[in-house]
């Protein structure tokens, strides 16, 4: 799957020169000097407008202490983005359906994830996303769901690595949200995903391909955070697939080396 190259970007079209700038009109200098006046004017009046609005919540800003990080400009809500927690996996999500919505969208990343098929990544990732009651149920579903014969059957030895020369991969892309339930100790969202999944390599009999699935993540308020108690997976929705070319084994791999991945947050 690759992003659009269309940026949906507007350019204004300003009016063609006609030659005489001033449409054959003459104009003194007196009068141009005023026209510049006016338009410096403005141009101030403008710019003092613009550092106003961007005070917005100074005070508070002040009373956070100087050295506290601000709120991105074009956050919609002014809500300071999560921090990474424990193993890599952001936590510390807001108290309300937005912090719910990011942490459903992390979590889906975390959870078909590459480091999932790996023993002890899936142990740290089970303990930071799922609530306390329920973890030790899911690590051994999962282990049971991941077993050495299912890692082989896609090219992974026992501690899900891939074999020399090879990358595995597998990385989810959150489309967007819906919360289907709130409250201020439950909520469900779905979490609409793209990815991809697979191994880059020469011989491999699994290459690397992309999806579409929609995760139900039901959430718990846990211990000051967003947890997951349960959760399933189902495919689509999926688009009409494009006529992409398909990149090499060598372009998929380094691609998945070099390019990051987000932290999700509205």
């Known amino acids: 799957m690759s992003l659009g190259d269309d940026t949906g970007r507007t350019r204004t079209r300003l009016p ?12 003194n200098g007196r009068s141009s000097s005023r026209s510049l006046v006016t338009v410096v004017g403005v141009v101030v009046l403008l710019i003092a407008a613009i550092a106003f609005a961007n005070r917005g919540g100074g005070d508070s800003d002040a009373e956070e202490g100087g050295d506290a990080p601000k709120a991105a400009a074009t956050a919609p809500t002014g809500e300071k983005p999560v921090a990474a927690g424990a193993s890599g996996i952001p936590a510390g999500f807001a108290h309300d359906r937005q912090g719910a919505e990011s942490a459903a969208a992390n979590y889906a990343v975390a959870l078909v994830s590459s480091d999932i098929l790996k023993p002890d990544r899936r142990a740290e990732i089970v303990r930071q996303v799922f609530v306390a009651d329920k973890q030790a149920s899911l690590e051994d579903r999962f282990d ?23 990358t595995y991969v597998s990385r989810t ?27 880059a390599g020469e011989k491999t009999t699994n290459p690397v391909t992309s999806d579409w699935f929609t995760m139900t993540l039901q959430l718990r308020w846990a211990d000051g955070d967003w947890k997951v108690d349960s959760f399933a997976q189902k495919d689509g929705p999926a688009p009409v697939p494009g006529d992409d070319k398909a990149s090499t084994a060598e372009e998929m791999a380094k691609a998945v080396q070099e390019y990051g991945g987000f932290t999700y947050a509205r």
Do not use: H, Q
């Not at 049971?144 to 090879?166: H, M, Q, V």
């Open 173 to 199: 892309m959150p489309i967007g949200t819906k919360v289907t339930g709130y409250s201020d100790t439950e909520a469900g969202v779905d979490v609409w995903c793209s990815g991809v999944f697979g191994t």
């Open 16 to 27: 063609e020169a006609s030659g005489d700038p001033y449409g054959g009109a003459r104009r």
């Open 144 to 166: 049971k769901a991941y077993s050495k014969e299912f890692l082989s059957s896609i090219g992974l030895d026992e501690n899900g690595n891939a074999a020399p020369g090879e």
